[in-house]
């Protein structure tokens, strides 16, 4: 199965995947996951990547498209992956679509999470990332057990750079101008399920459950 998960900033994106991919068998990419591990390993491409991502900008479609080229083709992959975070743009979504033919694959799936911008704005103010496994909490709705730590693996929470409310509101808008255009493009190949992702993680969770059932 490849899948795209599709949706704003704080839409419940990295949560849900990880909850599909414990049930499907299927790798997550997550795009920004692995320019934050680059960030802290320092290499060249965080380096690069760490302005824009701080901003709350987009970072440049040629680095990520050579990232993900080289994630995709990893054996991992070869059972099928969920991409969080990409495409983020019409010429990522192209590239994909040459990257899948040359391997052989295609899409089965895009899911769009749907949820109000005030109640994005609501989560991301509150969210709390694990220093070490980079899992997300939610002071409000999805605290953890123990204050400032993580359930999994007892690191640090911290807050994300780009989760001031400066750097959310330029990351909504970026998602109006700059993504939201990939629902048409997957809406014209029929390959688009919108879920709404307001409400409780486990209630969302199942609906997303019942439309991967179907492939
Ligand atoms: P995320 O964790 O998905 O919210 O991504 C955090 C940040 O990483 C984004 O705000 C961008 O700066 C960068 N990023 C992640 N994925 C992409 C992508 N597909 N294209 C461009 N920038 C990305």
Known sequence: MNLIFLGPPGA?????AKNICNDYGV??????????????EGTPLGKTAQEYMDRGDLVPDDLIIKMIREEMKKPSCSNGCLLDGFP???????ALE????????????????????????????????????????????????????CDDDGAELYQREDDSEKSIRNRLEIY?????????FYSNQDLCDEISGSG???????????LLDKY
């Open 98 to 149: 040459i990257l899948l033919g040359e391997m052989g694959k295609k899409l089965d799936s895009v899911l769009v999470l749907d949820v109000p911008d005030e109640e994005l704005v609501r989560r991301l103010s509150a969210r709390l990332t694990c220093k070490s496994c980079g899992r997300s909490y939610n002071n409000i709705f999805n605290p953890p057990k123990v204050e400032g730590v």
């Open 12 to 16: 419940g994106k990295g949560t849900q």
């Open 88 to 94: 983020r743009t019409v010429v990522q979504a192209r």
């Open 200 to 210: 409780q993680i486990n209630e969302i969770y199942s609906g997303i459950k019942n």
């Open 27 to 40: 790798v997550q990419l997550s795009t920004g996951d692995i320019l934050r591990a680059n960030k802290k």
């Open 176 to 184: 109006k101008k700059m993504t939201s255009p990939l629902i048409d």
